[in-house]
């Protein structure tokens, strides 16, 4: 962070996340979904990501996308990625709290 980079990510899996700026570290719970398919939820979470960031949205709800994001890709089988109804649907389940 201290050579110009904006924003770290640390996925934790059915743990979570983490996202930090110059000024906070929020951390998200895992979005409770049925998991059926692992594969591109990583990519769904950055995806989400440059979402917030395309709509220069702020850190919280940047983290929010991500975590929408991934949640549903989660609960798609196999290598389905999530859809926009998935996304508005768990958006408002996403739940951060900043921890520094």
Sequence with gaps: MD???PYVC?????DGAL???KEHTYRAKAVPVEAKGLTGAGDSMVAGMCYALRKRLDTADMLRYAMACA?????????LLARETD???LLPQVQLKIIA
């Design 10 to 14: 640390i996925s934790m899996g059915a």
């Design 87 to 89: 996304v508005k649907e």
């Design 19 to 21: 996202l930090l700026d």
């Design 71 to 79: 949640a549903g890709s989660v609960r798609q089988e196999g290598t």
């Design 3 to 5: 050579s110009g980079i």
